[in-house]
T-cell receptor, first 112, second 114 residues
């Protein structure tokens, strides 16, 4: 089974709407990374969360880490077409600050 | 953020030949780099961890003699796919860790083996 589950698998929203996507781990999270990817391209680093209850924001994107639930959420406010892409969460599940395990990604489409 | 480059961005090679992919950290030193493989519409699968000056650590199921990794300097790691076959066709992405925790990814290399 997948160690990192992302939900929903895909999402279509109307421009201007808010949305939240989730990343849930079956193991303890020592670090949680959010990336954005355009199909066939590299990953763009969005945010990294390490401490339970930590919350970070950049422009219209906010990420939170719920350590107890072993879950992270990514919230986009007033979505724009530029937010469209694949959102991947990666996690340090070993505590060694080394390799990351990734979820399958969430494909976000934003309708103008 | 930090910048990681990969070269080439895409390559087509014939079955049985070898291909080398370079991963460079442009504005920081990376003692550790990672090589991932991604199939269409799938997640990233870690292939190996590359440490400067030492042997790479390969994930279970990854053939180290087929995927040769060299991390000769703090800014360069290379992945050589030896005796490539069509099933090796994939999107290969490297990442480099900037002290202490953040990992930055390269733009990826699309390999097609004919």
């Amino acid at each position: 089974s997948q160690e990192l589950e992302q939900s929903p698998q895909s999402l279509i929203v109307q421009e201007g709407k808010n949305l939240t996507i989730n990343c849930t781990s079956s193991k303890t999270l020592y670090g949680l990374y959010w990336y954005k990817q355009k199909y066939g391209e590299g990953l763009i680093f969005l945010m990294m969360l390490q401490k339970g209850g930590e919350e970070k924001s950049h422009e219209k994107i906010t990420a939170k880490l719920d350590e107890k639930k072993q879950q992270s959420s990514l919230h986009i406010t007033a979505s724009q077409p530029s937010h469209a892409g694949i959102y991947l969460c990666g996690a340090d599940l070993t505590g060694a600050n080394s390799k990351l395990t990734f979820g399958k990604g969430i494909t976000l489409s934003v309708r103008p | 953020g930090a910048v990681v480059s990969q070269h080439p961005s895409w390559v087509i090679c014939k079955s049985g030949t070898s291909v080398k992919i370079e991963c460079r950290s442009l504005d920081f030193q990376a003692t550790t780099m990672f090589w991932y493989r991604q199939f269409p519409k799938q997640s990233l699968m870690l292939m190996a961890t590359s440490n400067e000056g030492s042997k790479a650590t390969y994930e279970q199921g990854v053939e180290k003699d087929k995927f040769l990794i060299n991390h000769a300097s703090l800014t360069l790691s290379t992945l050589t796919v030896t005796s490539a076959h069509p099933e090796d066709s994939s999107f290969y992405i490297c990442s480099a860790r900037d002290y202490p925790y953040e990992q930055y990814f390269g733009p990826g290399t699309r390999l097609t083996v004919t």
